[in-house]
């Protein structure tokens, strides 16, 4: 079943107590992990955290060797399916990546849900959210893939265009921006009156260098990361609408053959990982604000009142979701109880501090 999804897809050294041994036999464990990224991204960020902390605290029972770039696969239909057979054991999917497959995870494309940074992280790191995804995924792919964790690769997408200052949605009116081919983003740009154009990732800069796009959903440090300033994009308004979502995933069989030690190694692994991710793009996002504006860049920060009437405006694609999406009604209705459970428990504490 996983192959024909793919195939219409593809149309700081921590210890942690005594060591470990890795298998009952003590064979033992290599794990090839795989980012299509390059060395600047979280992505990366992240697999070095990980891959530092689990061969410490497997006392060097485990090993992660990190193949960065295209050098295993080179997209996320590939990657995902060298992980469902076994070629790859980690990889790192957006939700756009993996949408063909798993077309559920695309609730972190849901605009306008999560408020800021706070409230995604414990929604991501306290709820039952991802567990309620995991056991989806690992049913749809027939016990083949399983998701570990969800982290964050470069903060929070916004409207970024070559034309004009955006304040208001009815300022997208006409605007080609870029998505990526995945249905929700494409639904999200029609609903706030702009025009979705698919647009491979390494096309975008000659894409909007030659009006092909005017414009892209992307984070601070994606933008400034791939110059796309020298290409024109000198419009940034920070409706903050989505959470830029990393879904770390493993292959199942070689997670499920281990004794629970090395489980907990790995588990624990994915939570530092997690966490490095959550911190690099808030850390790297400050400098590329500064240099974005230096450049002569115009970043714009909506007024509530504004970042309101982007939500309304974007209503439409809710119901989209829930309707069109395999699965998407109940993860739809997961989603905003983990937000609501999340909001309920960061005001306690917040108020809490206060006192």
Aim: glycine residues 8%.
């Amino acid at each position: 079943m996983l192959d024909k999804l793919l195939k219409a897809a593809c149309v700081a050294s921590i210890a942690m107590g005594p060591a470990t041994a890795a298998f009952a036999d003590g064979h033992a464990i290599n794990i090839r992990a795989t980012a299509n990224s390059n060395e600047n991204d979280e992505d990366y960020d992240g697999l070095v955290v990980f891959k530092n902390y689990v061969e410490n605290a497997s006392n060097g029972a485990i090993t992660v060797e990190l193949f960065i770039g295209t050098q295993l696969c080179s997209n996320g239909a590939e990657c995902l399916q060298g992980v469902a057979d076994g070629s790859i054991d980690v990889f790192v999917t957006t939700s756009g990546g993996a949408a063909g497959i798993f077309p559920y995870v695309q609730i972190f494309d849901l605009p306008y849900l999560m408020a800021d940074d706070r409230i995604a992280e414990e929604v991501l790191t306290n709820t039952d959210l991802v567990r309620q995804m995991r056991a989806k995924a690992l049913e749809d792919s027939g016990d083949a893939i399983r998701i570990m964790t969800v982290g964050n690769t470069g903060g929070w997408r916004n409207f970024a265009n070559t034309q004009r200052p955006v304040q208001e949605p009815g300022d997208l009116a006409g605007l080609k921006i870029r998505t990526v081919v995945a249905d929700l983003p494409q639904e999200l740009v029609r609903a706030l009156g702009a025009s979705p154009t698919p647009i491979p990732w390494p096309e975008l800069f000659t894409s909007l260098q030659t009006g092909v796009v005017e414009g892209s959903k992307n984070g601070i440090t994606d933008i400034m990361g791939m110059k796309f300033p020298d290409a024109g994009l000198q419009y940034v308004t920070l409706d903050g609408h989505a959470y830029m979502a990393a879904i770390w995933v493993m292959n199942n069989e070689k997670f499920m053959s281990m004794d629970d030690d090395m489980k907990r190694v790995i588990v624990d692994g994915f939570s530092a990982l997690q966490q490095a991710t959550f911190a690099s793009p808030k850390r790297k996002s400050i400098q590329a604000y500064e240099d974005f504006v230096a450049g002569g860049g115009n970043l714009y920060v909506p007024t509530p009142e504004q970042k309101q009437a982007f939500q309304d405006a974007a209503a439409p694609v809710y119901d989209w979701f829930a309707a069109n999406v395999d699965g998407g009604e109940e993860m739809l209705a997961n989603f905003r109880a983990a937000i609501a459970e999340a909001e309920e428990s960061i005001g306690a504490a917040r108020m809490a501090d206060m006192e």
